[in-house]
């Protein structure tokens, strides 16, 4: 304890983040938020990514880093290499059930792999290389079926290569150069096929892979106990690391309160009691304030539909059978009310055939809620990925020229005219016919000075954003016509902007198209399970998205001359001759 009161001068600070260390571990936040957040508590040192994090978010999904399934809003991928994080890591991670990448190399992490991670099953990339990793190598790697991908190279790791890792068939990477590895190299199942680059570096290896013989007598297997000696030193270190992490929980729980104060969330019920009233634009909605309320009273956990960085949306079924979509942000500061109002004034006379169509909003003490049209098929993103095989080729390129219009509309038709700056595929839902709407126009303008959504759009987008945009943090037209041109690719490829099979080469969809266009095949870009390809408008298409997300802003097409390029030279009529062959020659 004394420890502590060194760090620390202030000791009211002391007791009210003790109160907050309790109150964020009753936060509801999902399990996957839950192991993540332990992860964070064990990190003693970051460059400040991990600033971001906050426990009292739903889910972690829009925490920077971490990139989640659009539908079941669980951890696929945690990537934070290069972040300066330094710190044990927690067995927590292997709560991550879902996780396929695991990235973080080249930080200052130490102790040991923890063996939990053999419950993230459905993990296929490990990437710990170029940090302070010791101990053994946990051998319940080994039952990892999924895994392609280990890079444990530039580590502090002893003992034996497990025999266990020979069982990951599917493994086609595969790195521990540069530890302080002993004895032979196993020989069984994939092992085998690994040369000396996978190994070089180790203190005492041997094995046909690095063509170094086994002498009988010799290194051999080390004495899987730990000496007492070591065994002191772990004591030793884990006792200053318990307390360093006191320490740290201490400086967060006082950030936290400094931020927050102590808020727990409201439900939606306490909204909308503490004397709620209803804003409705153009008379658009047949019913009394009194019934929407009373509706909106009924919503609970089983109405949400999804959530994302501005909040959370529910599904509303009206007594005549409509259907609604309510999205609730949450207030932050006072003082908003009367800027917010005038822009979803402005939001709210928007009308377009390509727009999700605002009608109307309930204005609490404590959140803002709402009220769109509900849009029955979804949004793109899941369609997309999940379910591609409903998208043939010209639903896919109805798709592109409707949010281009939709683009197009606020960009050129609008008084004030709108950027929207967040074009992603989440945000491009799709109606009962497939036509696109594009949603959330106008929100990440009004929540600007709200903290938390500028940060999920840098994290939860960030294979949408211009580079200009990355640097000045400055939106303008054009960088919305880049995040269309991304989105232009995502639906041409079927492969999201933040694809693991591109950012491991350590390029985005842009990168990767570039690298096709070099080798002269960027037709391959086209998503192999798409049917119905009419291969003369792909290279037009291409077109358009590449003239789209040039890096330089002023190469980039307006809106206005992107839906001109789509409607000349792609939604031409055409005859039903050509097939997917054609793509064959
Ligand atoms: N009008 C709507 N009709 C039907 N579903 C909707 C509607 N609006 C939103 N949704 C669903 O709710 C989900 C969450 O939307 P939300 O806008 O909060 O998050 P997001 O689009 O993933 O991210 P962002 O906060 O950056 O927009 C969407 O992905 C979509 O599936
Ligand atoms: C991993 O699974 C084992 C059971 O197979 C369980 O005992 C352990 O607690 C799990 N670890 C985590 C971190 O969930
Ligand atoms: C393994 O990692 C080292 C760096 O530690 C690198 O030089 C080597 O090329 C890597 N080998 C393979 C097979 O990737
Ligand atoms: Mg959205």
Redesign the pocket.
């Known amino acids: 304890m004394g420890i502590l009161w060194v760090k620390h001068d202030d000791p009211l600070c002391f007791c009210i983040f003790l109160i907050c260390i309790l109150n964020s571990r009753a936060v509801a936040i999902t399990s996957d938020g839950e ?1 993540l957040w332990n992860f964070r508590n064990s990190i003693t040192s970051s460059d400040g990514v991990l600033l971001q994090w906050r426990p009292e978010d739903p889910d972690p999904c829009g925490w920077n880093g971490v990139i989640c399934d659009s539908k079941t809003r669980r951890v696929l991928y945690l990537i934070l290499s290069n972040h300066k994080l330094s710190g044990p890591l927690s ?5 991550l059930e879902h996780l396929k990448i695991l990235s973080l190399h080249h930080n200052n992490l130490y102790g040991a792999i923890p063996s ?1 991670l ?2 993230c099953s459905e993990l296929q990339t490990i990437y710990m290389q170029g940090n302070y990793l010791g101990e053994t190598i946990p051998s319940e790697l080994g039952s990892l079926s999924n895994l392609e991908k280990l890079d444990l190279s530039s580590n502090l790791l002893k003992g034996n290569i497990p025999d266990s890792l020979g069982q990951l068939v599917k493994l086609s990477l595969f790195n521990v150069s540069n530890n302080f590895l002993v004895g032979p190299i196993p020989t069984s199942g994939i092992l085998n096929s690994f040369a000396r680059n996978s190994f070089f570096g180790n203190l005492k290896l041997c094995g046909t892979q690095i063509s170094v013989t086994c002498s009988n007598g010799n290194p051999p297997s080390v004495n899987p106990q730990t000496p007492t000696s070591r065994r002191l030193l772990v004591s030793a270190s884990a006792t200053i690391g318990a307390l360093l992490l006191v320490a740290l929980m201490c400086f967060w729980g006082c950030f936290l309160y400094k931020r927050l104060g102590k808020h727990d969330k409201p439900s939606l019920v306490n909204d909308i009691g503490g004397g709620a009233s209803i804003v409705v634009f153009h008379g658009d909605l047949p019913y009394s304030s009194k019934e929407i309320i009373r509706k909106l009273e009924t919503l609970n956990e089983e109405h949400i539909i999804g959530s994302g960085g501005f909040g959370t949306v529910y599904k509303l079924s009206m007594d005549d059978g409509s259907v609604f979509a309510l999205k609730r942000i949450m207030k932050l500061n006072e003082g908003f009310d009367r800027f917010f109002d005038r822009e979803l004034e402005i939001l709210g006379s928007i009308k377009h055939r390509y727009l999700v169509n605002l009608r109307g909003y309930c204005n609490s003490p404590t959140s803002k809620l709402l009220l769109y049209d509900y849009l029955p098929g979804g949004n793109l993103d899941e369609v997309l990925h999940d379910r591609s095989e409903q998208l043939d080729w010209d639903a896919r390129l109805n798709i592109i020229v409707g949010a281009a219009k939709g683009l197009a509309y606020l960009h050129h038709d609008c008084s004030p005219r709108i950027i929207h700056r967040d074009i992603k595929s989440s945000n491009i839902l799709l109606d009962g016919n497939w036509e696109a709407r594009v949603s959330d126009f106008g929100l990440a303008k009004l929540l600007d000075d709200n903290e938390s959504h500028i940060t999920t759009i840098v994290a939860g987008t960030f294979g949408y954003l211009a580079p200009e945009y990355m640097q000045s943090g400055r939106a303008t037209e054009k960088t919305d016509v880049y995040s269309f041109g991304v989105l232009i690719l995502e639906v041409l490829s079927g492969k999201r902007p933040t694809d693991a099979s591109f950012i491991e080469k350590g390029v985005n969809i842009v990168g990767w198209l570039n690298l096709l266009i070099s080798e002269n095949c960027q037709r391959d870009i086209v998503d192999p399970h798409c049917g119905g390809v009419r291969s003369e408008t792909i290279d037009a298409l291409l077109s358009v998205a590449i003239s789209c997300v040039s890096s330089s802003a002023e190469e980039r097409p307006t809106m206005h001359r992107v839906v001109q390029l789509l409607e000349s030279e792609i939604m031409t009529p055409c005859t039903s001759d050509f097939h997917d062959s054609d793509l064959e020659d």
Do not use: T, V, Y
Request: aromatic share 0%; glycine share 12%.
């Open positions: 192991a067995p927590e991670l292997g709560k939990d053999k419950n």
